[in-house]
């Protein structure tokens, strides 16, 4: 292909827009190369009835990637350029952490309608409603902290990958380190041995940290909080975030749930009273530090 990931990250930096990195240049290739393949009509050796009846078989198709590294290496970056020039339709990008909350919400529904008999047909039909216009999803920051989307994982994407689904995901953690500590951990161990057979697993492990070399540069506060100050916050904010999807999300902490109202790849944005005129505790705040790496805050009085 011409114009894949792989080509726009040279015109990139070609450009001066970007600083070649030989790290994130190889890492580009390997995009270009899963885009060529997806690209590629895929061989079908089974007919329809064949297919409708041979669950328990994986689908023929290209393993996906799973990008792993610190922050600010540029795996959101590559993860743009590869899902805006991959020639799929059906493609879907997704932040984990909401991909898991409406998992749960999708299978809360289907257990209370009564229409499966176990939890494996409730699962299954949850894999229907991700495939149904899906055959290419890319996860952003793939992290494993909850217990409950831990033991649904392996089951999920088990019934994902035989409908053929591929996968392409961003995570600071290596799969052998994600859910590290958790209660049951021997039980996610299978999904870590799936995910490394089903994906390619990656290192972006660039020296250079570019995120924080921006903040370095562009400074770590403002003021008076005047406008200049809250466009300068804007400008920061828009940059630690590139090109994802800014949105709200839920944490639970303890049992109930901390609202952040704007956030993505890490990043959070508040204002001061939504932080700190709240009847929040240090549990909510240490819930803060280990989702996110910067916290933008406005309005500072």
Known sequence: MSDGPYDRYMALCAAGELSPDPVQESVAARLQALASALAAPRRETRGLIG???????????????????????????????????????????????????????????????????????????????????????????????????????????????????????????????????????????????????????????????????FLAEAGVYRVPADAAARAALDTAFARLVGEAEVEAVSIEVQGRMLEVPRQARHVARFNFEELCDRPLGSADYLALTEHFHTLVIDDIP
């Open 51 to 213: 297919r409708l009846l041979s669950r328990d078989e994986p689908a023929n198709g290209p393993r996906g990637i799973y990008l792993h590294g610190g922050v600010g290496r540029g795996k959101s970056m590559l993860m743009d350029l590869f899902f805006e020039t991959v020639p799929v339709t059906a493609k879907r990008r997704v932040h984990f952490h909401a991909f898991m909350q409406e998992v749960h919400r999708t299978i809360h529904l289907e257990r209370q309608s009564g229409r499966h008999d176990s939890d494996g047909d409730t699962i299954s039909a949850m894999a229907d409603a991700v495939t149904r216009n899906t055959t290419l999803l890319c996860f952003d920051e793939f992290h494993v902290t909850d217990i409950a989307d831990a033991m649904i994982l392996g089951r999920l994407f088990e019934q994902l990958f035989r409908r053929g689904i591929v996968v392409v995901a961003t995570s600071n953690r290596h799969p052998r380190d994600l859910y590290a500590g958790g209660i049951n951990r021997q039980l996610f161990l299978p999904f870590i041995a799936m995910l490394e057979e089903r994906l390619e697993i990656i290192a972006v492990d660039t020296e250079q940290d570019y995120r924080m070399a």
